[in-house]
């Protein structure tokens, strides 16, 4: 089956006419990178239909009507997501939660070697922006620590990957290109090879060649199916049984590939786009902004030519300067007529906004920011929560898979280190259930401090310690254990000065607040009450 993205790009080389493919084996060889590449041209923005022609045209013509990228969304919703999914230090973005208190310190020790502290960003943006992110678990050479590495799809090859029904990989080709070392050089290519053969282990195969992405044939492989090598071909069998690369889907529909974040919308970008260029062409439509205009008529009462005004020249009597600007002389009852029409641009713009409205529905992440333009960041979390329930529903799909991906490949990498004694101690292993962990619940959008002091305060009314009430607000520990320290140290001093005030009072011989002694005779009038 052609791949949804494959059968996409069909479709936008037929809508501008350029000469699309008409058979199964054409469509096939148009490769996925090219829709990734298309896809990172709407985000960067800049020149998009330039290089959509470039990237669809051979010599042909093209229909873009000197199209610009005018209304484009894709760049707001791509950083909505890298602001909302893991923002922030490491520590606050992903939260580790388990049971087994030793992989704390471990984990902690991978994201650093992976500095995952900046890559976790280049995955947020790469991951909404392309709908298919990879993670490889490597290890050093001089087998000293394990690391993660994000892998964009684009070196994949069309069928270049298989997954089982647990979404763990058993067949990866991934087509690698090298850095040059000097101008002029050709391109290196490393074709990385990984199968998972049942009930054996995992092989894996290194090409290194010039043939460039997709190109590597031969005894070892198919073009284009993805066919595995043969299990006596393989240099070795690895130390452990599982491919360590995760494959992760920003948006799982069921197809080869995930969905990115703005695909559903590209029709509607593109039209908001020829909106909004039509209409600036229509007040810049040409070079010439005037025309001189000549209301007399000769003798017969014929129109007579206009006036010939030159101002390159400027000859004497032609053009005056009145305070600092220059003036043109016209002779008799000619006059300048401006050629930009009277356009009712407030009518036409409203059918641009229109358009940009529709492309909201579809892209509510593509909301945020005008929606913090507009109120001037004078909305609460809850309030903006309620305006984007549609994005916050969506990022957190989006950070369910993420982080569903991001744990497998932690407990690959805690793997690796213990099949190469990385870590000190022992940490357990993953058959026995010792890697299990997850990441704290935390909330898309982050709410106001006014906000989490108010949650407190219900939650210390209600009963519950300073302390639990903000933890369950995800308060730094520091932060609560200052606050605790401060509390008892307040306690500490109340009592001292309470006791003071007993001391105090018994010297004077007082009773002290609450002993007061009891008089044995309320009766007013000295007798006993009968």
Same mark, same amino acid.
């Given at each position: 089956?052609?791949?949804?993205?494959?059968?996409?790009?069909?479709?936008?080389?037929?809508?501008?006419?350029?000469?699309?493919?008409?058979?199964?084996?054409?469509?096939?060889?148009?490769?996925?990178?090219?829709?990734?590449?298309?896809?990172?041209?709407?985000?960067?923005?800049?020149?998009?239909?330039?290089?959509?022609?470039?990237?669809?045209?051979?010599?042909?013509?093209?229909?873009?009507?000197?199209?610009?990228?005018?209304?484009?969304?894709?760049?707001?919703?791509?950083?909505?997501?890298?602001?909302?999914?893991?923002?922030?230090?490491?520590?606050?973005?992903?939260?580790?939660?388990?049971?087994?208190?030793?992989?704390?310190?471990?984990?902690?020790?991978?994201?650093?070697?992976?500095?995952?502290?900046?890559?976790?960003?280049?995955?947020?943006?790469?991951?909404?922006?392309?709908?298919?992110?990879?993670?490889?678990?490597?290890?050093?050479?001089?087998?000293?620590?394990?690391?993660?590495?994000?892998?964009?799809?684009?070196?994949?090859?069309?069928?270049?990957?298989?997954?089982?029904?647990?979404?763990?990989? +058993?067949?990866?080709?991934?087509?690698?290109?090298?850095?040059?070392?000097?101008?002029?050089?050709?391109?290196?290519?490393?074709?990385?090879?990984?199968?998972?053969?049942?009930?054996?282990?995992?092989?894996?195969?290194?090409?290194?060649?010039?043939?460039?992405?997709?190109?590597?044939?031969?005894?070892?492989?198919?073009?284009?199916?993805?066919?595995?090598?043969?299990?006596?071909?393989?240099?070795?069998?690895?130390?452990?049984?599982?491919?360590?690369?995760?494959?992760?889907?920003?948006?799982?529909?069921?197809?080869?590939?995930?969905?990115?974040?703005?695909?559903?919308?590209?029709?509607?970008?593109?039209?908001?786009?020829?909106?909004? +260029?039509?209409?600036?062409?229509?007040?810049?439509?040409?070079?010439?902004?005037?025309?001189?205009?000549?209301?007399?008529?000769?003798?017969?009462?014929?129109?007579?030519?206009?006036?010939?005004?030159?101002?390159?020249?400027?000859?004497?009597?032609?053009?005056?300067?009145?305070?600092?600007?220059?003036?043109?002389?016209?002779?008799?009852?000619?006059?300048?007529?401006?050629?930009?029409?009277?356009?009712?641009?407030?009518?036409?713009?409203?059918?641009?906004?229109?358009?940009?409205?529709?492309?909201?529905?579809?892209?509510?992440?593509?909301?945020?920011?005008?929606?913090?333009?507009?109120?001037?960041?004078?909305?609460?979390?809850?309030?903006?929560?309620?305006?984007?329930?549609?994005?916050?529903?969506?990022?957190?799909?989006?950070?369910?898979?993420?982080?569903?991906?991001?744990?497998?490949?932690?407990?690959?990498?805690?793997?690796?280190?213990?099949?190469?004694?990385?870590?000190?101690?022992?940490?357990?292993?993953?058959?026995?259930?010792?890697?299990?962990?997850?990441?704290?619940?935390?909330?898309?959008?982050?709410?106001?401090?006014?906000?989490?002091?108010?949650?407190?305060?219900?939650?210390?009314?209600?009963?519950?310690?300073?302390?639990?009430?903000?933890?369950?607000?995800?308060?730094?520990?520091?932060?609560?254990?200052?606050?605790?320290?401060?509390?008892?140290?307040?306690?500490?001093?109340?009592?001292?000065?309470?006791?003071?005030?007993?001391?105090?009072?018994?010297?004077?011989?007082?009773?002290?607040?609450?002993?007061?002694?009891?008089?044995?005779?309320?009766?007013?009038?000295?007798?006993?009450?009968?």
């Amino acid at each position: 089956m052609v791949p949804t993205t494959t059968r996409f790009l069909r479709e936008v080389a037929a809508k501008y006419g350029l000469g699309a493919p008409t058979s199964f084996e054409d469509a096939a060889a148009l490769p996925t990178s090219e829709f990734f590449n298309l896809l990172e041209d709407y985000y960067l923005n800049n020149g998009l239909y330039w290089l959509l022609e470039e990237l669809l045209l051979t010599n042909q013509k093209s229909n873009f009507d000197n199209r610009r990228a005018l209304r484009n969304p894709a760049h707001a919703a791509v950083e909505f997501y890298a602001g909302k999914l893991w923002p922030g230090q490491i520590d606050r973005a992903l939260p580790i939660v388990t049971e087994n208190q030793q992989l704390l310190d471990p984990v902690k020790q991978i994201f650093a070697w992976s500095n995952w502290g900046a890559t976790k960003q280049v995955m947020a943006r790469k991951f909404s922006m392309l709908g298919t992110i990879l993670i490889k678990v490597n290890v050093s050479t001089d087998l000293t620590r394990t690391y993660l590495q994000v892998i964009d799809p684009r070196v994949i090859p069309e069928y270049g990957f298989r997954l089982d029904e647990r979404g763990f990989l +058993t067949f990866l080709r991934m087509d690698i290109p090298q850095e040059k070392t000097k101008a002029g050089e050709e391109t290196t290519w490393w074709t990385e090879v990984w199968q998972k053969v049942q009930g054996v282990g995992v092989t894996y195969q290194l090409f290194i060649h010039q043939e460039g992405l997709n190109e590597l044939d031969g005894p070892v492989m198919t073009k284009m199916t993805g066919e595995p090598p043969a299990p006596e071909m393989a240099d070795a069998f690895l130390p452990f049984d599982f491919i360590p690369v995760v494959f992760i889907p920003f948006r799982d529909i069921g197809q080869h590939w995930g969905l990115g974040c703005y695909v559903q919308s590209l029709d509607k970008i593109d039209e908001a786009n020829l909106l909004a +260029t039509r209409l600036h062409a229509l007040i810049y439509n040409t070079d010439v902004t005037w025309a001189l205009k000549a209301n007399a008529r000769d003798a017969q009462g014929r129109p007579l030519p206009a006036p010939d005004v030159q101002m390159q020249g400027e000859p004497q009597g032609t053009v005056v300067k009145v305070g600092g600007l220059k003036m043109v002389k016209l002779p008799g009852t000619s006059d300048l007529a401006p050629l930009v029409p009277a356009l009712d641009f407030a009518s036409l713009m409203g059918v641009v906004k229109d358009m940009v409205n529709e492309i909201e529905r579809d892209l509510p992440e593509a909301r945020y920011y005008r929606i913090a333009s507009e109120t001037g960041g004078d909305l609460s979390g809850r309030a903006i929560e309620l305006l984007l329930g549609d994005a916050v529903d969506r990022a957190v799909e989006a950070r369910g898979n993420g982080e569903t991906g991001m744990i497998r490949a932690l407990q690959m990498a805690l793997s690796l280190g213990v099949s190469y004694n990385i870590f000190k101690g022992s940490i357990g292993n993953f058959a026995s259930g010792d890697f299990e962990l997850k990441f704290k619940d935390r909330p898309i959008i982050t709410p106001t401090l006014k906000e989490i002091f108010e949650v407190v305060k219900l939650a210390v009314d209600s009963g519950l310690s300073i302390e639990s009430a903000m933890a369950i607000t995800n308060f730094d520990k520091t932060v609560v254990d200052e606050v605790v320290a401060a509390g008892e140290r307040q306690t500490v001093k109340d009592q001292a000065n309470l006791a003071a005030a007993v001391l105090k009072a018994q010297a004077a011989n007082v009773p002290p607040v609450g002993q007061e002694k009891t008089n044995p005779n309320p009766n007013p009038n000295g007798g006993n009450a009968q």
